[in-house]
């Protein structure tokens, strides 16, 4: 297997959350997604998951 480049992981999965209902991809800083003061762009809700490391 491929050795893991940091500066990739930390793109792809660093400070990056999935809206649960519309799927798009929000980057912002964990406090705030924990507060519920981000919103998504598409459909405004306040809910967000990580993103899943395959």
């Given at each position: 297997?491929?050795?893991k480049i940091p500066e990739a992981m930390n793109r792809m999965?660093?400070?990056i959350?999935?809206?649960k209902s519309?799927?798009?991809r929000v980057r912002a800083d964990p406090r705030r997604i924990?507060?519920?003061k981000v919103r998504c762009r598409k459909c405004k809700k306040k809910s967000f998951r990580a993103v899943?490391?395959?």
């Open positions: 297997m491929a050795t999965f660093k400070n959350f999935i809206c519309c799927k798009s924990m507060s519920s899943k490391k395959k």
